[in-house]
């Protein structure tokens, strides 16, 4: 691995402020410890993924957007106003019938935190960050996401300098749904790749 290949620490000075000043609160009984992990759950698995659904779903509608968010995915994804720190430099992978991409961080955590919102727990643990690599159909399987044996796995390592946002296919019987709808069938992992875009009810 080459040196310039610089990750986040897991826990930067600030996320250790933080972590010590939440033990003290949680041990003063000053806040509690159910408060914070419902906090942290909506960050996880609403505001921050809505950001990126909103961004497939211009890409699913709009074919200019889509060419534009290959070309520099910086820029098309700061015009829907979501820019910040763990996303000045993102590029878009688009799924296709032939290829699947996922993204892993092998030696921590790095994520696009303006479009994805709070890494999940499982995405910064170990066994994901070295089996995705190594034996990325397993571990889609894991997940409950069998490919066919033809569909080509891209596994994407993203660094300080590069973080990736995977656009899913757009699935079938969606056509005519406005861009809206269309957002809620965008998941969290559909934007990892440990899983596909939601089938309209």
């Not at 890409?59 to 290959?70: F, G, I, N, V």
């Not at 520099?72 to 700061?78: F, K, V």
């Not at 032939?98 to 727990?121: A, E, I, Q």
């Not at 079938?172 to 809620?184: T, V």
């Amino acid at each position: 691995m080459s040196d310039d290949h610089q990750h986040d620490n897991e826990l930067d000075p600030m996320a250790a402020r933080v972590r010590a000043l939440e033990t003290i609160l949680v041990g003063k009984g000053l806040i509690d410890p159910a408060a914070i992990d419902a906090i942290v759950e909506t960050y996880e698995t609403k505001v921050g993924p809505r950001n990126g659904a909103k961004v497939v779903a211009r890409a699913w509608t709009d074919p200019a957007y889509a060419e534009w968010l290959k070309r520099d995915a910086t820029a098309a994804i700061a015009s829907l106003g979501f820019t910040g720190r763990q996303g000045e430099h993102m590029q878009a992978v688009f799924n296709t019938t032939d290829t699947h991409n996922l993204v892993v961080c092998t030696l921590c955590s790095c994520y696009p935190w303006p479009v994805l919102g709070l890494p999940p727990v499982w995405y910064k643990a170990p066994p994901y960050r070295s089996r995705a690599v190594i034996d990325p159909r397993s571990v889609l399987e894991e997940f409950g996401l069998t490919l066919p044996n033809e569909t080509m796995i891209r596994v994407w390592d993203s660094t300080a300098e590069l973080r990736y946002l995977v656009v899913p296919m757009r699935p079938e019987g969606s056509e005519g749904m406005s861009e809206e709808a269309l957002a809620e069938l965008v998941t969290r992992d559909s934007m990892i790749g440990t899983a596909l875009a939601r089938k309209p009810a």
